[in-house]
């Protein structure tokens, strides 16, 4: 999609859309869609020229992991230092931001042409490594049988 103002909204739409179909609470769609939202602008701001934003939506069964990425200059990093980014850091459960080469990322044309990505996590509720795991032992702990 291009990287223009008025587009960023259909991937914010289209990631609430997935979210509530995927039955999150109301707090997590939201999240996911300023999630989205932020990471979309950061990348539109360091995409070189009019280079189009590509965002991939994977669900799973612990999720929902989302990759988006941008074609960028040779060396441009995702910047992690501001507001933008402790916004992506509190609303996704994982997110990570990096350069990489369009033959690494998907939906890339194999080239190595350089890009930015932002790819970040969304759990499901009771679906976050380990947080099934320490229930389960919390709860085996607290258990008796009777002979």
């Given amino acids: 999609m291009p990287t223009t103002p008025t587009q960023l909204p259909a991937v914010r739409a289209m990631a609430g859309d997935l979210a509530i179909r995927m039955d999150y609470d109301l707090d997590s769609v939201e999240d996911l869609r300023l999630a989205v939202d932020e990471a979309c602008a950061t990348l539109a701001a360091i995409g070189l020229g009019d280079s189009p934003l590509t965002v991939v939506f994977e669900t799973t069964r612990s999720g929902l992991h989302i990759d988006a990425w941008v ?20 609303l996704a ?55």
């Fill in 71 to 90: 074609a960028t200059a040779e060396g441009t990093d995702v910047p992690r230092d501001g507001f933008g980014w402790a916004v992506l850091a509190t």
């Fill in 93 to 147: 459960d994982n997110v990570d931001g990096r350069p990489a080469t369009q033959a690494t990322v998907p939906g890339g044309d194999g080239s190595q042409t350089a890009v930015a990505v932002i790819s970040m996590d969304k759990y499901l509720p009771g679906q976050r490594p380990g947080e099934l795991a320490g229930r389960v032992g919390s709860m085996g702990s607290d258990l008796s049988v009777a002979p």
